[in-house]
């Protein structure tokens, strides 16, 4: 045999060897961050029960300045819906709150449309501390497909995202700390 038959030969075990290593990765994912704000569970849940308070907090309203949103359902709560369809930095999609329990959580089934496709499940908690503290946690969850497994080769979601999740909670925390008591 030829030694281009033998190099062939391996490169086709390489990148056999590379698809098993990719179909072999987690088949999900969690993104996880927690701040400790000086406000009660009740002021900081309204900032997140709400998504026409979002654009005040969230990390990604202000990357473009002409995206186009829309509201559908309740004001607030669960059935509340909100959609983006912007640019390529915020993309497109919809978020409907599917539970919603005052003060304690928030359930959210976040859809991704551009620029790739994508269901997660996103949850923001909201425990007592002590007197009018709150420690709250945004997690968003999701299954990865082959090709998310293939991204997440190269890219990990918790760097990619958990950054956002902290500048979003900050915000929160400047936002429910500053407020003056109802």
Request: aromatic residues 12%; charged residues 20%.
């Amino acid at each position: 045999m030829s030694i281009y038959i033998y190099i062939l030969i391996a490169i086709i075990a390489l990148i056999v060897l590379f698809l098993v290593i990719v179909a072999m990765q987690p088949p999900t994912f969690t993104v996880e961050r927690s701040a400790k704000m000086s406000a009660p569970p009740q002021r900081v849940f309204a900032q997140v029960n709400d998504f026409h308070n979002w654009d005040a907090w969230s990390p990604w309203a202000q990357l473009d300045p002409n995206c186009k949103n829309t509201f559908e359902g309740p004001p607030a709560g669960t059935g509340a819906k909100f959609a983006w369809d912007g640019n390529k930095k915020v993309g497109a999609g919809r978020m409907t709150i599917t539970d919603s329990r005052p003060p304690e959580l928030v359930q959210i089934k976040l859809e991704f449309l551009r620029p790739f496709a994508a269901t997660n499940t996103t949850l923001f908690t909201f425990k007592p501390i002590g007197v009018n503290q709150t420690q709250t946690t945004w997690t968003m969850r999701g299954e990865k497909n082959f090709m998310s497994k293939l991204f997440c080769m190269f890219a990990n979601m918790d760097k990619m995202v958990g950054g956002d999740f902290e500048r979003g909670l900050a915000k929160i925390k400047s936002l429910t700390e500053g407020a003056t008591p109802a």
